[in-house]
């Protein structure tokens, strides 16, 4: 019973560099999101899906971008990497609107 | 917008206390509240939540959460306090397509 599976667990990138940061999840679960984690910020949605072809910005969309070509993955891509995408990185998922969400363990990343 | 304020940084109890960490909410129409833990390297782990009904919500480990409508607050609450629940706690309100968090408040539990 995988959950929500982040990749990778640590990143450090240089800043103009892009990647993507994975996510995958095997609940057969419609809603997937993205949030970032700052100090004393609590979690600011980035991007959030509400099924297999459909995505939505968040409260701090910017530089990011993201795909739902199936269910089960959720990728976020870092267009050109800045010191400010520091941040601690969770991918969540949930069965509908108003149920709880699950979340990975996060993408720690460093922009130098 | 709906949104959620944690008023306390930091919660420091003794092992066997009861514990308290606080939240009020700002939503229009009916609140979907939510509690998160988060333990050190680790996403956030659901620990209960209010759509709707009693007022009194019980969760995972022995939490509890009170929904005062007057007072817009959804305080969680636990009768004993273990060195292990010592983690960082968020309360969360639904909005939307959108789960909105508080800061979150750091609660220890010393032995």
């Known amino acids: 019973n995988a959950g929500v599976t982040q990749t990778p667990k640590f990143q450090v990138l240089k800043t103009g560099q892009s990647m993507t940061l994975q996510c995958a999840q095997d609940?057969?679960?419609?809603?997937m999101s993205w949030y970032r984690q700052d100090p004393g910020m609590g979690l600011r949605l980035i991007h959030y899906?509400?099924?297999?072809?459909?995505?939505d910005q968040g409260e701090v969309p910017n530089g990011y971008n993201v795909s739902r070509s199936t269910t089960e993955d959720f990728p976020l891509r870092l267009l050109s990497a800045a010191p400010s995408q520091t941040s601690v990185y969770f991918c969540?998922?949930?069965?509908?609107?108003?149920?709880?969400?699950?979340f990975g363990n996060g993408t720690r990343l460093t922009v130098t | 917008a709906q949104s959620v304020a944690q008023p306390e940084d930091q919660v420091n109890v003794a092992e066997g206390n009861p514990l308290t960490v606080k939240c009020t909410y700002s939503?229009?129409?009916?609140?979907?509240l939510f509690w998160y833990v988060q333990y050190p390297n680790r996403g956030l782990q659901f620990l209960l939540k209010?759509?709707?009904?009693?007022?009194l919500v019980k969760g995972s480990y022995g939490f509890e959460a009170e929904f005062n409508k007057s007072q817009t607050s959804f305080h969680l609450k636990k009768p004993s306090a273990l060195v292990s629940d010592s983690a960082l706690y968020f309360c969360a309100v639904r909005d939307s397509n959108d789960m909105r968090f508080g800061a979150g408040t750091r609660l220890t539990v010393k032995p």
């Open positions: 969540a998922s949930s069965r509908q609107y108003n149920s709880p969400l699950h």
């Open positions: 899906s509400v099924g297999a072809g459909i995505t």
């Open positions: 609940m057969n679960h419609e809603y």
């Open positions: 209010y759509i709707t009904g009693d007022n």
């Open positions: 939503v229009s129409g009916n609140p979907y």
